[in-house]
């Protein structure tokens, strides 16, 4: 089983609209969560992190659920410029203890915007 | 500030050939990785190093492929035999391991091999 899972889409909406992206990851160890964002034939950028409580980005929209072990991303009032592929990320310590700053990543969930 | 930087960006070569791929981290950051992306597995961790000593290689498809950190600022990924599967896109990221580990990708490398 993969640590981190993720419905790759593709996901089409208009401009303006409200989408959501779900992740689920599979070890309950996992200290720290991302989503990062990939624009075609680009290198994957840090989006934002995930923080417990929530947290929030302008337009974008961050939530975590340790009990269900899954992430999601809302993107509201979408962009053209939204159009990536945006990959959900852990990382999870080691038996010391420690990360040492690996990182899981999902395989990605493809969104286009369309005018 | 310098990014993460790759060379080649992109690399054309024959199966049997040996490849070479170059990397110089963020200056200060202690890790390092390398990755290997394609649509059918996407991005796959082939191996990492934490203050240039290889922490983990699992990832790494199998002995063609090798990987060193002499110092801070160089890592090189090496794959001898090529092979037409090991066509990828091939990223390295670095990070500074602390609170945060956010992991900052170069440009990647485009390998095909024919």
């Known amino acids: 089983r993969k640590e981190v899972e993720q419905d790759p889409g593709p996901f089409n909406v208009p401009e303006g609209a409200t989408v959501a992206f779900n992740c689920t990851y599979s070890?309950?160890?996992?200290?720290?969560f991302f989503w990062y964002r990939q624009d075609c034939r680009k290198e994957p950028k840090l989006l934002m992190s995930?923080?417990?409580s929530g947290n929030e980005d302008g337009r974008f929209t961050a939530q975590l659920n340790r009990a269900s072990q899954y992430i999601s991303l809302l993107i509201r009032d979408s962009k053209l410029s939204d159009s990536a592929t945006y990959l959900c990320?852990?990382?999870?310590?080691?038996?010391?203890?420690?990360?040492?700053?690996?990182?899981?990543f999902g395989r990605g969930t493809q969104l286009t915007v369309w005018p | 500030d310098a990014g993460v930087i790759q060379s080649p960006r992109h690399e054309v070569t024959e199966m049997g050939q040996e490849v070479t791929l170059r990397c110089k981290p963020i200056?200060?950051?202690?890790?390092l990785f390398w990755y290997r992306q394609t649509m059918m597995r996407g991005l796959e961790l082939l191996i990492y190093?934490?203050?240039?000593?290889?922490?983990?290689d699992s990832g790494m498809p199998e002995d063609r492929f090798s990987a060193k950190m002499p110092n801070a600022s160089f890592s090189t990924l090496k794959i001898q035999p090529s092979e037409p599967r090991d066509s990828a896109v091939y990223f390295c990221?670095?990070?500074?391991?602390?609170?945060?580990?956010?992991?900052?990708f170069g440009p990647g490398t485009r390998l095909l091999v024919l």
């Open positions: 990320v852990v990382n999870l310590l080691n038996v010391l203890g420690s990360t040492l700053g690996r990182l899981y």
């Open positions: 200056s200060g950051h202690n890790s």
């Open positions: 190093f934490n203050n240039n000593v290889p922490i983990d």
């Open positions: 995930v923080y417990s």
């Open positions: 990221a670095s990070s500074l391991v602390a609170r945060e580990e956010t992991q900052y």
């Open positions: 070890n309950s160890a996992s200290q720290s």
